[in-house]
């Protein structure tokens, strides 16, 4: 697996590659010989096949390990799907390709081998990190600890946003060490204009759009649309995904006496666009989300969106008239009913940071950092990006 070609060696880590980062990691490859090692797609992302193939000019390897799917709860109740990826063929890996640089995501098995091999070799170790004061709120003792000796060796960090550089900021880690990014898609899939997946009779067409579980919140949007439709107002209520809650928000939504609700099932990510032109706006009702994908495709398909405080991509992305409470029962349907009266004010794409400048963004310092290292460079100062 050694490379035979004249780019700087970098190797990405990272639990699956997701549809998303597909258009990312083409840029990367495209300035550095990448090798992707991943841990195998997730039992719960059913929709996602055969994208590692579509990386272009990269090397995707699927690493030795296991997977451990457990289930998250809260409160005695079923909260979220969960998957530890044990996967100790990262380092045989990293040791056949001697990369110069090592990209690991978040801060658990894959990121203490990245760590391992970068001090064995004396390589630059970066986390993309993503969870948020709000998402890692509940974290044991022994991942505490372990948290702070990431933050006193990790090199530099790449992060999802500003709630994502706020939970590093409270580890410790200074600013001129974070490259505050965001979370992104492939733009110009939902730029494309596309015919509705569903033309619905009822409107407006509220859109929900992610998996079936409690950590999304939709037991509360459909108590919600049942107080709004109570008092007399219509609307169709779309909701798209698959999850283990299915079953049992289907008989809520019959016990609430919903009318004109739909449940579809997971959609292949290249179906996404029809999915989105399919309803009037967006409401992302999560009790916790890193950053939450589906308000950048939301965005990008001219929908309005009404959005959880919860998600970390809300004080980003959304002005607080947008934002709102979903365990607050007044608050959630007040800013439905607004949104259903068409009250809500459009979000701003300029919000967005596209991949491409993503790309460039984290190109840049890539090979600054490198060649300081080369070089001999101590203490380098880098100032692209800096978290404020």
């Known amino acids: 697996m ?16 997701a549809p998303y980062r597909v258009p990312l990691y083409s840029l990367l490859a495209g300035e550095f010989d990448l090798l992707i090692l991943h841990g195998g797609k997730e039992a719960n992302r059913g929709s996602w096949n055969g994208h590692e193939e579509t990386v272009s000019g990269a090397r995707v390897v699927r690493a030795w390990g296991w997977q451990i799917r457990y289930t998250k709860k809260l409160d005695g109740k079923a909260f979220d799907e969960k998957f530890i990826h044990i996967t100790p063929g990262y380092l045989w890996h990293l040791l056949r390709f001697r990369p110069q640089a090592v990209i690991s995501n978040e801060m658990g098995f894959r990121s203490m081998i990245a760590l391992a091999y970068g001090m064995l070799f004396r390589k630059p170790v970066w986390i993309w990190w993503e969870g948020t004061l709000h998402s890692e709120r509940n974290i044991g003792p022994v991942r505490k600890v372990l948290r702070k000796t990431f933050a006193r060796l990790t090199h530099r960090w790449v992060t999802y946003g500003q709630t994502a550089t706020e939970y590093l900021l409270h580890l410790g880690v200074k600013p001129d060490r974070i490259l505050q990014s ?11 204009v596309v015919a509705p997946a569903w033309d619905l009779p009822q409107k407006p067409v509220v859109l929900h759009v992610g998996q079936l579980i409690e950590r999304k919140g939709v ?23 698959d999850g283990r809650d299915k079953r049992e928000l289907e008989r809520r939504a019959e016990a609430l006496g919903l009318q004109n609700v739909y449940f579809k099932p997971a959609q292949a990510p290249e179906k996404m666009p029809a999915v989105y032109r399919s309803g009037d706006f967006l409401v992302f009702p999560t009790l916790e989300d890193v950053w939450g994908l589906v308000a950048n495709e939301a965005i990008l398909s ?6 959880s405080k919860y998600a970390g991509c809300a004080p980003e992305l959304f002005v607080p008239e947008v934002i709102f409470t979903p365990e ?10 607004a949104a259903i009266s068409d009250r809500l004010p459009k979000p701003d794409p300029m919000r967005l940071k596209s991949t491409k400048q993503l790309g460039s963004e984290l190109v ?19 100032t692209v990006g800096h978290a404020n």
Not at 182 to 192: G, H, P, S, T, Y
Not at 302 to 307: A, F, I, P, R
Request: charged fraction near 25%; include cysteine; aromatic fraction near 4%.
């Open 2 to 17: 050694m490379a035979t070609c004249s780019k700087r060696r970098l190797a990405l880590l990272t639990n699956m590659v």
């Open 182 to 192: 965001q979370n992104a898609v492939d733009e110009e899939r939902f730029l494309r």
């Open 219 to 241: 037991g509360l949007l459909l108590d919600a649309a049942a107080t709004l439709q109570g008092q007399g107002r219509e609307f169709s209520l779309l909701l798209v995904g």
């Open 302 to 307: 001219g929908l309005k969106v009404l959005c």
């Open 328 to 337: 607050d029962p007044r608050d959630f349907s007040k800013k439905l009913a």
């Open 364 to 382: 840049q310092e890539l090979n600054t950092f490198i060649a300081a290292r080369m070089d001999g460079s101590r203490g380098i100062r880098v």
